[in-house]
């Protein structure tokens, strides 16, 4: 198997500084990625002194794993979305996609970001998954989407039909992150990396943010950082943790269009242009709730076996993601808690995080401003907002979620589970330092994952994806 290195970071990637003096800004964003990184910029654009802060180095979460689609056709998102929600919030969502995506197109342009307009489609190869794809058009009509039904696409295999979006991006998502970086830095931002968040408290009239290496002073804190981090706000219990698959192919036949299935297991295909060689074709799927599955290597393989059948070519590279499902079906972006001012989050975007975080950017950055008696929130913010009453038509998937966490600690506490992580080498103790869950070993990335709530660790035990923030114990260390 070749080793688990995205391709999109498989180049050359500029480092930047550790904080580690004690500093006062007017917001800190926590999280690297494009969420944190256009929300920095946008804010230091309104002449707020910012920080980003970063925990290990930029790209390194979901967006440097993502399969880097910019689209508002999103599978199956609208049709599962509407059971929660009614037809004018989708439209909101749908409104919220638009703008944010004509944003992005503008700064891609202006900062000669390269991006390909592609069709997006949701297929179907069974009749369980047209009944899924046909429900997904009507509702993508209802929210404003002049999606199309195709009879047949341009794949190497028999379908059922498709939905058909015109006129949707694709691009390499380090090739964005880098643009905002040196806009960030150009507009007074600043970056630190390798400066992870463990902790966040009022005081007073100001927010103490305490990293590994200092504390700083601010007037609001932006956890963008996949799930939260904390455990006061209770978002651990509205999300569900879930990694999927990805692998690079040179192969003889590659689709021009973005395409997603809408059966089970899940595939995922997009091109990408390569200078000065032919294109590559990229797979994804088989995704899981993170660290409840015995093998993630064979989930991986599964999906190898099928695109060298499905097209042929060489892999030359694998990787995996993580993201987070809300109970609403949509993101959550807003305050951390409901009447919270100072404390504000972006999760829940579902694999889905490049196509709304434009949008949530701009939610993020209004918000705030409005907090500080500069402008108001944009007319479709209920559509990504962090505390809803449509929670309550959510609750049986929070249940299901719940559910499915009560059943994890029963299995470890009777198979004690927490045994593996002792008896490997380096030993460290297999209880998660979020809210304690027992590890598992990932034999794909060689990384031990909570079953939990989806933190990871690298074999060390350092922090790989909160929501923890500190590392597993080291066997004998004390405590």
């Not at 009879?151 to 390499?172: K, Y």
């Not at 040196?182 to 009239?205: C, F, I, N």
């Not at 809408?262 to 595939?267: A, E, I, L, M, V």
Request: net charge neutral.
């Amino acid at each position: 198997m070749t080793s688990m290195t995205p391709l999109w970071l498989d180049r050359p990637r500029s480092t930047h500084p550790t904080l580690t003096s004690p500093a006062t800004y007017d917001v800190v964003v926590a999280g690297g990625g494009v969420v944190g990184l256009l929300t920095g910029l946008l804010l230091a654009r309104a002449g707020r002194r910012v920080a980003v802060l970063e925990a290990r180095q930029v790209g390194d979460g979901t967006t440097g794993h993502t399969t880097a689609k910019v689209s508002l056709l999103q599978g199956t998102r609208l049709s599962r979305a509407v059971r929660t929600n009614p037809p004018s919030v989708l439209r909101d969502y749908v409104a919220a996609n638009q703008e944010g995506q004509a944003w992005l197109r503008r700064f891609c342009e202006a900062h000669d970001v390269a991006y390909q307009d592609r069709p997006a489609y949701t297929y179907a190869t069974t009749r369980p998954g047209e009944l899924r794809a046909r429900a997904e058009l009507s509702v993508a009509g209802l929210a404003g989407l002049d999606a199309t039904w195709e009879e047949s696409t341009e794949l190497p295999f028999p379908v059922r039909g498709a939905v058909r979006l015109a006129d949707q991006m694709q691009l390499h998502p380090m090739d964005l992150l880098d643009a905002l970086v040196a806009q960030l830095v150009a507009e007074g931002g600043e970056l630190y990396e390798q400066s992870r968040l463990t902790d966040v408290h009022h005081r007073g009239p100001t927010v103490a943010v305490t990293t590994e290496h200092t504390t700083l002073t601010t007037d609001h804190v932006v956890l963008a950082t996949g799930q939260p981090v904390l455990r006061r706000h209770g978002f651990f219990a509205r999300l569900k943790p879930g990694r999927s698959y990805a692998a690079a192919l040179r192969s003889p036949t590659v689709p021009t269009g973005m395409y997603l299935s809408s059966d089970h297991p899940t595939r995922s295909l997009r091109s990408l242009p390569v200078p000065g060689d032919a294109e590559l074709l990229l797979v994804g799927g088989n995704g899981h709730v993170t660290g409840r599955e015995d093998s993630a290597a064979g989930h991986l393989e599964e999906l190898l076996d099928w695109a060298r059948a499905t097209f042929g070519g060489e892999v030359t590279h694998t990787w995996s993601a993580q993201d987070h499902a809300s109970v609403t079906g949509l993101p959550y972006v807003g305050p951390m808690l409901p009447r919270e001012r100072r404390i504000w989050v972006a999760t829940g975007f579902d694999k889905w995080g490049l196509a709304a975080a434009p949008a949530a950017a701009l939610l993020l950055t209004k918000s705030i401003l409005e907090q500080d008696g500069a402008g108001e929130k944009p007319p479709w913010h209920r559509a990504f907002s962090s505390w809803t009453p449509r929670e309550t038509a959510g609750a049986p998937r929070a249940a299901g979620y719940t559910a499915g966490v009560g059943l994890e600690v029963a299995k470890d506490v009777v198979g004690r589970r927490w045994r593996d992580a002792q008896q490997a080498d380096p030993a460290v103790r297999g209880i998660c330092t979020h809210l304690g869950g027992v590890v598992h070993w990932n034999d794909a990335e060689r990384s031990w994952d909570c079953p939990l709530h989806g933190s990871r660790f690298a074999p060390d035990g350092s922090v790989l994806e909160g929501p923890a923030v500190c590392g597993l114990r080291k066997l004998g260390s004390s405590g």
